[in-house]
Nanobody
Framework: QVELVESGGGLVQPGGSLRLSCAAS????????MNWYRRAPGKERELVAS????????NYADSVKGRFTISRENYKNTVYLQMNSLKPEDTAVYYC??????????WGQGTQVTVSS
């Protein structure tokens, strides 16, 4: 059974930092591409960051480049999103997504990030 469990969300002041974690199980994590998405109230879901299975290549949305860093630890089956210099517009529910095998596409339950003073 595939499972993705996000953690690390919360309330932070503008300019602060948070690190999100996503613990994966039920599939070959090291062979999966991993993504972080977010959905803000009243907005469409946005792809925030991606990391490849091989080589650890990363991509970021323009809105977070230079502030967010995605990384993975395959021996822990975990992907991270380090978020620095947070802004109120980063407020959203953040979701972990895994792409694996021939057609595997799984999502976590999401974790709320609120940036407010």
């Amino acid at each position: 059974q595939v499972e993705l469990v996000e953690s690390g969300g919360g309330l932070v002041q503008p300019g602060g930092s948070l690190r999100l974690s996503c613990a994966a199980s039920g599939f070959a994590f090291s062979n999966a591409a991993m993504n972080w998405y977010r959905r803000a109230p009243g907005k469409e879901r946005e792809l925030v960051a991606s990391i490849s299975s091989v080589g650890g290549y990363t991509n970021y949305a323009d809105s977070v480049k230079g502030r967010f860093t995605i990384s993975r630890e395959n021996y822990k089956n975990t992907v991270y999103l380090q978020m620095n210099s947070l802004k109120p517009e980063d407020t959203a529910v953040y979701y972990c997504n895994a792409i694996y095998g021939n057609s595997g596409d799984s999502w976590g339950q999401g974790t709320q990030v609120t940036v407010s003073s």
